[in-house]
């Protein structure tokens, strides 16, 4: 069995095009003489390759949303009508990373509604839709992409954090991480227990971390005796993460 590519060029697939394959087995010399002749040529099944379909306007009405009680992210748009005579229509999101260069993310999803995967989270994205029409023989056309809009995600959870009681009496030094971007502020509570396993007793604290580079960090003198820990919530404008939470440490 021989098998053999034949590449067409972009021109050739734009107009369509049939063609045939012959093929000959030609003379075998072996030691001087002749195994086999040249054959008679045998020419290939004929295969027609229809011309690429036009391409597709862009998707109306895009939007994408962040749902702000699961952080995760949809696309909606009006589906693309009237393909070519033979074609299927499919979709590609594009989303890229607000000042972020070499960041583009391309995903299929089947239909409009569909969920996106946003990575990494905490930040701003640009995202955007096109349609395809692909024709029975796999030649594919993408049209133009649609307006972009900006979506926000979750930010990403705290990492890293620390409590350390400070020379000065019943003074903690909290710090933690966070790579986000679009972090609009933070919740953090300080809690207080009898003992190392009691019942935790939760209260607000008015506070704004000072943050340099990623790592994020603040004081806080608690008011009596016990064993502290804090908990930290970040938020954007598009929803809040779960809590992370410090270790505890004693305070007489």
């Not at 790579?179 to 609009?184: E, Q």
């Not at 009898?194 to 340099?212: L, N």
């Amino acid at each position: 069995t021989v098998t053999f590519n034949y590449n067409l060029t972009a021109a050739q697939i734009a107009a369509g095009v049939s063609f045939t394959v012959e093929s000959r087995q030609t003379a075998i010399r072996v030691a001087g003489q002749t195994l086999f002749g040249t054959s008679v040529s045998v020419p290939s099944n004929t295969v027609a390759l229809g011309a690429a379909p036009a391409a597709p306007a862009a998707p109306a009405t895009f939007a994408a949303v962040t749902n702000a009680t699961t952080g995760a992210v949809t696309a909606t748009w009006a589906a693309v009508t009237a393909p070519p005579a033979g074609s299927t229509v499919s979709y590609v999101v594009q989303s890229v990373l607000v000042g972020g260069a070499g960041t583009t993310r391309r995903q299929t999803p089947a239909t409009s509604g569909g969920a996106l995967t946003i990575v990494p989270a905490g930040n701003s994205y640009t995202v955007s839709v096109a349609a395809i029409f692909t024709n029975a023989q796999g030649v594919a056309v993408e049209g133009p992409m649609s307006a972009a809009v900006t979506v926000n995600t979750w930010p990403a959870q705290s990492t890293a954090l620390t409590n350390v009681l400070s020379a000065t009496a019943r003074t903690f030094n909290v710090g933690f991480n966070n790579t986000s971007t679009n972090i609009t502020g933070f919740t953090i509570q300080r809690g207080v227990s009898a003992t190392a396993g009691g019942a935790v007793t939760w209260t607000t604290i008015a506070v704004t971390p000072t943050k340099v580079g990623n790592v994020y960090s603040f004081s806080n003198l608690a008011p009596a005796a016990g064993f502290y820990r804090f908990r930290i919530q970040a938020t954007s404008v598009a929803g809040t993460t779960a809590v992370a939470t410090t270790p505890t440490v004693n305070t007489p």
